[in-house]
């Protein structure tokens, strides 16, 4: 599932990414985790830090008793239409409907920003925009080399680690393969980064509105929406075009390296996604039991 970055994001991240690895992960303290985040960007005062708490424990109980039933029943489809051949389009096809969770995230983040927003300092807008800009230098420092070909190795052995996670060992011939076509893949790091810095641009200017005019409540909560629901989308014409043409190729060579994959390999997808599915459901019968 995704994984998003931004401030008011690292709630959906924290708790979306569970997707990761629910009971492993510790699905429990996730708000402790979000909550510790959340302070790291904008050293919450005590009554920004109840804000937060109330609106992350309301956004956990949501999404533990709407969510994550449907979770474990995607990644089971997931698991058995993967066992007949598949390709980009299918991949497309399930990209959409992680899009389609986050939209539904949105809606239940929105009040705690519209909250969170306006007691927020000029001091810790700042504080946040220093601390975006250290991530912003980190990021560079992993995907933008200023070497050409150090970036490029970089990008393959970040494509090889992705489809091992999924699959497992790849054999000699596998990884020669895969890394020779991972080379062919569109250029697109900056176009990537250029993104991440308008949506971090957009969820500062966002926070600033919220901050700074005297909205009411119920026009607050619209903006905040509508702008959580299409943080993920660019605006900029060009940089769309060479995103969605990697991402087409992405998916294209994923669909690939499925099809060639061993009778191995394919049990150790199936096996992954499994004991995510049984994950999420242990959970959602705790949650059952709970609140009975």
Not at 86 to 101: E, K, M, T, Y
Not at 128 to 146: G, I, M
Not at 251 to 267: T, Y
Request: proline share 4%; charged share 30%.
């Amino acid at each position: 599932m995704r994984r998003v970055r931004l401030l008011l994001a690292v709630l959906a991240v924290a708790l979306a990414a569970a997707g990761c690895s629910f009971s492993k992960m510790g699905y429990d303290a996730l708000p402790t985790l979000a909550r510790w985040q959340i302070n790291s960007y904008l050293d919450l005062d005590p009554n920004q830090r109840d804000i937060v708490d109330r609106h992350l424990n309301r956004l956990q109980q949501w999404h533990r008793h709407d969510q994550l039933p449907e979770y474990g029943g995607f990644l089971r489809a997931v698991d058995d239409r993967l066992r007949t051949p598949v390709d980009a389009s299918q991949l497309r096809a399930w990209r959409g409907r992680v899009d389609q969770a986050w939209v539904a995230f949105a809606e239940r983040l929105a009040p705690g920003v519209v909250e969170l927003a306006p007691t927020l300092r000029p001091d810790q807008i700042a504080r946040l925009r220093q601390r975006l800009a250290e991530s912003n230098d980190k990021y560079r420092d992993t995907h933008l080399q200023a070497d050409p070909e150090a970036r490029e190795e970089a990008r393959v052995e970040r494509v090889v680690k992705r489809v091992e996670f999924f699959l497992g060992d790849l054999d000699e011939a596998q990884l020669r393969d895969l890394s020779a076509r991972a080379r062919t893949l569109p250029a697109s790091d900056e176009a990537w980064f250029a993104e991440r810095v308008a949506r971090q641009q957009r969820m500062v200017a966002l926070l600033e509105r919220l901050r700074s005019e005297q909205i009411p409540h119920d026009e607050a909560l619209r903006v905040a929406r509508e702008a959580l629901a299409t943080m993920w989308e660019s605006r900029d014409p060009q940089h769309r075009l060479r995103i969605e043409q990697a991402v087409a190729a992405s998916d294209a060579l994923a669909a690939s390296m499925v099809a060639q994959a061993s009778p191995r390999q394919r049990e150790y997808l199936s096996r992954r996604l499994r004991d995510y599915a049984q994950d999420i459901d242990a959970l959602s019968e705790r949650t059952r039991t709970a609140s009975r």
